[in-house]
Structure formats: C-alpha cells, structure tokens
C-alpha cells in the first residue's frame, strides 16, 4: 500500500512536552491514533516528567503540574503503550506521521527512549510537512494545510486530536 492509499494503516503521532529542546526536555502527553481504512483508533496518555513544567509549556498544552504528578512516568506509560499497539495487529514498519516529526517529535522520542534504555521501534517515520507542496506564498503550517480544499485530509488528523486535546484543558 502506498501511504496515502485509504487502505493503508499508519499512526499519528503528537506530543506535548516541558519545553523545545528535544535533548533536555521531556514528554508530558503522548497522542497516538491508528488510521486503517474507516478505522480509526486513539491512545492519549499524560507521563509525569519528573519536574514541573514551564509556565510557556502549561500556556501551550494546559497540564497542570498536579496532573503530571499524578500520571505514571515514561518508562510505564511506553511500556503500556507498547503492550496496547501490540494488539492492534500492525507491520512492524507501520509508518508514523509527525508533523514536524524529523525536526522534533522523533528526536524527542529517541532521545527519551534512550534516557530509559528502550529499544527505537522500527517504525517509517515520517513528515507530512515535507511532502506537501504548498501553493506558492500560502503557509506550510499544519493549521494552513487542513484549511485548504483538496488537500490530504488523512494529515489532518494530529491537528484534529491536537485541536480535542487543548479544548479539554480549557
């Protein structure tokens, strides 16, 4: 299957974290959701740091340092979520869709699988973002591209969660 083929499974992929720095900073919130034809599935679990966020990381995703402090760290969260995907019956190269994936959401990851010693899935990484072709002098913004007609909508889906996600913390 080609990835943009309506048949063909992949994950959306979205995270909100304590900051920008993908070394330093760590996840608070992991969004998943499996798209397969007209199937459509979502895991969204916050992830206790180990700190409090930054008052510029809270404005964003609105998670209040109580509720991080509530939720599992990242080494039970992952290990959950790894058990959870295993049941959806995916390839093991599902490929996974980041907006701004290569520049952020990936190395995040791989550097907080590394901090706690988990393998890389061998997942086909991938970034919306740059392989759609905007009209000339239109935006390449996420918010942009759900916006115009015609365009894979299939990308739109983290923006979707995302837009769910930050009207639940209002």
């Keep these: 299957f080609s990835l943009w083929s309506p048949m063909c499974p992949y994950l959306s992929l979205d995270f909100e974290t304590t900051g920008l720095d993908t070394n330093t900073d760590r996840i608070v919130q992991i969004g998943l959701t499996l798209t397969n034809g007209e199937t459509h599935r979502v895991i969204e679990r916050i992830v206790n740091p180990g700190y409090p966020c930054t008052e510029a990381a809270r404005a ?98 983290i923006h979707r969660w995302r837009q769910a996600a930050h009207r639940v913390r209002r």
């Design 60 to 157: 964003i995703h609105r998670i209040s340092d109580e509720e991080l402090a509530r939720a599992s760290d990242f080494p039970m969260v992952w290990s959950v979520i790894v058990s959870e995907l295993a049941g959806w019956d995916l390839p093991a190269d599902v490929p996974v869709c980041a907006w701004n994936g290569w520049s952020f959401d990936f190395p995040l990851l791989s550097a907080e699988l590394a901090r706690y010693g988990f393998p890389l899935p061998l997942w086909r990484p991938c970034d919306p973002k740059l392989a759609l072709r905007p009209p000339p002098g239109e935006s390449r913004s996420l918010e942009a591209t759900c916006a115009r007609p015609g365009e894979r909508r299939r990308v739109c889906l």
